[in-house]
């Protein structure tokens, strides 16, 4: 809850360098070359199923079973019902989760996005 409280919390550092980077298991299109290219070749990918599950992948969370990742990034179309929970949750944090061009997303109108997303928190996230 904004202002009141939490169970989740940011991690101490993450690494823009070469990052940990979650994506999408079954809708990756081609995120892994872009994370590649981006990034360079010392970057992990971790493919993992749920957009909540990879915000979480970007929190501090009291399951340690849960994967830690640096960013969340999609490049393919994804439904925003599935992202509006977790992007509030990196709001109330202090991340974000933009379009991969940096826009803000706009819970109105379509029920999509199409050019992908970017999600951080403690970094720059408009130079990433």
């Known amino acids: 809850m904004v202002d009141g409280g939490s169970n989740v919390k940011a991690r101490s550092s993450y690494n823009e360098k070469t990052p940990r980077i979650v994506v999408s298991r079954s809708h990756s299109g081609m995120v892994k070359q872009v994370a ?3 990034f360079g070749n010392q ?8 957009a909540g599950y ?3 992948a970007l929190l ?3 399951d340690k079973s849960q994967e830690k990742a ?4 999609h490049v393919t179309y994804i439904k925003k019902w599935d992202i509006c929970a977790g ?21 109105t109108g379509s029920d999509g996005i199409e050019g992908g ?10 130079a990433l």
């Open 70 to 73: 640096d960013l969340y990034i």
């Open 36 to 38: 590649l290219q981006t």
């Open 54 to 56: 990879k915000v979480l």
């Open 117 to 126: 997303l970017l999600a951080s928190i403690r970094m720059n996230h408009q």
């Open 87 to 107: 992007n509030a949750i990196l709001k109330a944090l202090g991340g974000h989760m933009t379009t991969l061009s940096g826009e803000e997303i706009s819970y």
């Open 60 to 62: 501090d969370v009291p």
């Open 43 to 50: 970057t992990t990918i971790i493919p993992a199923g749920g």
